[in-house]
């Protein structure tokens, strides 16, 4: 005898989910990761500008200390009108770096009187003020003070 197996197909079988139950959990899942996403995105502009910020800083106190280390003055130049910035030790130029993408100066200007920090050979510098850097919704500060004293920077929200 064969057996032959017949399936059933009947509009009364209520065993899967309904278009509107499935286009539902599609919307929260979609909405969720939207949220997630933005989150994520403004945390990792948040830490670029952080990061920026410690970099520069660390790369001005090297230069101050290589200033008074050795017989030569060393420089950082920042630049007015971009992002980029060089490290210069007499005159030659050790480093050119760049801000992170979307971290900038406010309006386009350093809070500076000039763009040059340059160092003495005693490690002093010849100029102060307030390097403030934006990445369009946080602001983080890096202060530069003359003479012996060391550069600070702090976090503004």
């Given at each position: 005898?064969?057996?032959?197996?017949?399936?059933?197909?009947?509009?009364?079988?209520?065993?899967?989910?309904?278009?509107?139950?499935?286009?539902?959990?599609?919307?929260?899942?979609?909405?969720?990761?939207?949220m997630?996403?933005?989150c994520?995105?403004?945390?990792?502009?948040?830490?670029?500008?952080?990061?920026?910020?410690?970099?520069?800083?660390?790369?001005?106190?090297?230069?101050?200390?290589?200033?008074?280390?050795?017989?030569?003055f060393?420089?950082?130049?920042?630049?007015?009108?971009?992002?980029?910035?060089?490290?210069?030790?007499g005159?030659?130029?050790?480093?050119?770096?760049?801000?992170?993408?979307?971290?900038?100066?406010?309006?386009?200007?350093?809070?500076?009187?000039?763009?040059?920090?340059?160092?003495?050979?005693?490690?002093?510098?010849?100029?102060?003020?307030?390097?403030?850097?934006?990445?369009?919704?946080?602001?983080?500060?890096?202060?530069?003070?003359?003479?012996?004293?060391?550069?600070?920077?702090?976090?503004?929200?």
């Open positions: 005898m064969e057996r032959v197996l017949a399936l059933r197909f009947s509009t009364d079988d209520r065993s899967g989910f309904s278009l509107l139950e499935v286009m539902m959990v599609v919307s929260i899942s979609t909405i969720s990761i939207a997630l996403t933005g994520l995105v403004s945390l990792e502009r948040g830490m670029a500008l952080r990061a920026t910020a410690v970099t520069l800083l660390a790369q001005m106190r090297a230069m101050q200390n290589l200033a008074s280390t050795s017989d030569t060393t420089m950082v130049w920042l630049d007015p009108y971009d992002t980029g910035y060089r490290l210069l030790q005159t030659q130029t050790l480093e050119w770096d760049a801000f992170a993408v979307g971290v900038n100066y406010v309006d386009g200007y350093l809070q500076l009187p000039v763009h040059v920090i340059s160092y003495d050979n005693l490690g002093n510098a010849q100029v102060a003020g307030v390097i403030r850097l934006t990445d369009g919704q946080r602001e983080d500060d890096v202060r530069l003070y003359m003479g012996t004293g060391w550069q600070t920077g702090g976090w503004t929200a």
